[in-house]
């Protein structure tokens, strides 16, 4: 199928004499057309890194769908803009079918093509343009029909990772059928979160090696607790605790919200071997830079910290009875980097630690002895206690950490012992206070 985008973009070239890239309508690229001649400046910095990165910047984006390139469903020109790396002007053909926007051809203007009449207001469109729009027309309908055939085996996918034990065999069956094939090589479920819950139309996959499926999960179904009996989980409860980075990371703690109500994507990569992850960091990593990574879930108020998205990949697998296990590890592992920066943006199950028991447990209110720990007004403290106890204790370590003389260690990790009544000489409270303040994260 990738064959016939080449050709239909092929045709829009020859037709209009200018070279075409075809993006779906998340700016990922699908092909693009030959740039003929020996000028250096026949391509601008915008369309050679749409070609080597294979996507669009945000802010790329954000400047042509300023023009309604979203809404248009006739051929539209987009001026240069220097200050944004738009050297040329662009002609956009948007690809559509049934009413819906699939992607967008983009046409280079050097200038030949400024005089073509586009069409609207009542003028009939260049002729070109109009052969143009026809094979636009066409990619359009590739796109919905792999969309349609994407969004069927997403959801043998969701059926398969929502299924009870007892009914995972018949799934199981049902995606090896959808797949066409048994598969030959080790399966990963990557989970990102939070994830938009996309509208009723589907985009189709990104071309991506070794990506067969993906499907999205309500907050209902992303359980933190490893259900799936498909009921919605026990909410967590809400933790004032203002989280804190681990030893030697400077970065903010992130809010405390709870990720287990995100809405997460499950995406199903094939890999060439166990021990070679690669098509699945490839994976996670590309979908992180998807407009719908991070979406559905707005920071609560101005002066809130942008919310954390990540992405998490289980224990790899041979037989797709396997993945609801893999796919519960890998939502942990997403989960866990959204908690602990320094093990993101993609984590790995086999890397979280402690996240590994913590992640699986039911939620609970704090426990009593630290909850008085976690009141915005011992955020500090909070802060303190944890970096000491990632430093296995080690008051020097975890000055320098926190940038603090050593005495004033000691003076907070004193307040510490007082608020909670806990003796942090003592390994037993240590592991309380530490595997609350972890807790708390999640």
Known sequence: MRGDYQQLVDEISAALGAPATLEDRDFGLIAFGAHEGDDDLVMDPVRTRS??????????????????????????????????????GRICLPVRHRGIVHGYVWLLDDGHLTDLELGGGGTPPD???????????????LLAAEARAGAELGDLLRALLLSRPGERSSAAAALRDGLRSAPDA????????????????????????????????PAANASA?????GAEAPRP???????????????????????????SLAALVRLRSPSSLAAAHTVAEHLLRSPRAGGGLAPSGAGSPTLPVAAGLGTPVRELAGLPTTWHEALAAARAARAEPRLGP??????????????????AEPDSTVRPLLAPAHSELARTAEVFLD????????????????????????????????????????LLLHMALKTARL
């Not at 954000?62 to 050297?87: C, K, Q, S, Y």
């Not at 607790?225 to 009996?229: A, L």
């Not at 590994?356 to 939620?363: C, E, F, K, N």
């Not at 080690?394 to 003076?411: E, F, M, P, S």
């Open 51 to 88: 070609i080597l990165q294979r996507r669009s910047t945000a802010a790329v984006r954000a400047w042509f769908e300023a023009f309604g390139i979203a809404r248009a469903t006739t051929a539209l020109r987009i001026p240069p803009d220097p200050a944004a790396g738009v050297f040329k």
């Open 127 to 141: 002729p070109r343009i109009e052969q143009a729009m026809e094979s636009a027309a066409g990619i359009g309908a």
């Open 186 to 217: 080790p399966l990963m479920v990557v989970a990102v979160t939070p994830w938009d819950v996309p509208e009723a139309d589907q985009a189709p996959l990104p071309n991506l090696p070794g990506l067969l499926a993906a499907c999205t999960l």
């Open 225 to 229: 607790n490893g259900s799936t009996n």
């Open 237 to 263: 409860a809400p933790s004032a605790a203002p989280s804190a980075p681990a030893a030697r990371r400077a970065t903010p703690a992130p809010p405390p919200r709870a990720t287990a109500d995100a809405p």
């Open 346 to 363: 993609v984590a790995e199950w086999a890397a979280i630690g402690s996240y590994r028991l913590l992640t699986g447990l039911p939620s």
């Open 391 to 430: 430093c296995a204790g080690q008051a020097g370590r975890a000055a320098q950490a926190l940038g603090i003389h050593r005495q004033t260690l000691y003076y907070r990790l004193g307040r510490v012992e007082k608020l909670t009544g806990l003796d942090l000489d003592e390994g037993g409270d240590r």
